[in-house]
Nanobody, 124 residues
Framework: EVQLVESGGGLVQTGGSLRLSCVIS????????IGWFRRAPGKEREGVSC????????YYADSVKGRFTISSDNAKNTAYLQMNSLKPEDTAVYYC?????????????????WGQGTQVTVSS
């Protein structure tokens, strides 16, 4: 059974930092693409950042470039999203998703498996 478990969300002030973690079990981690997506109230889901474990390529949405960093620790089957210089508009539920690299585009998984989400709230 494939499981994705996110953690690390919380409440932070503008300009603060958080690090999200996504532990993935039940897959061949090295062959997977992992993405972080978010959904803010009243908005559609947005792809934030992705990484392909097979070649290390990454993707960042323009809105987070220079502030967020995605990484992956294959030994721990864990992906991370380091979020710095947080803004109120970053407030959302953040989801981790994973799929085999054959089912990915621009290092982002198409669908595959999803975590339960973790709330990130940035106060102004």
């Amino acid at each position: 059974e494939v499981q994705l478990v996110e953690s690390g969300g919380g409440l932070v002030q503008t300009g603060g930092s958080l690090r999200l973690s996504c532990v993935i079990s039940g897959v061949s981690f090295d062959d997977y693409a992992i993405g972080w997506f978010r959904r803010a109230p009243g908005k559609e889901r947005e792809g934030v950042s992705c990484i392909s474990n097979s070649d290390g390529n990454t993707y960042y949405a323009d809105s987070v470039k220079g502030r967020f960093t995605i990484s992956s620790d294959n030994a721990k089957n864990t992906a991370y999203l380091q979020m710095n210089s947080l803004k109120p508009e970053d407030t959302a539920v953040y989801y981790c998703a994973a799929d085999h690299v054959a089912n990915s585009h621009n290092s982002c998984p198409w669908a595959g498996h999803w975590g339960q989400g973790t709330q990130v709230t940035v106060s102004s």
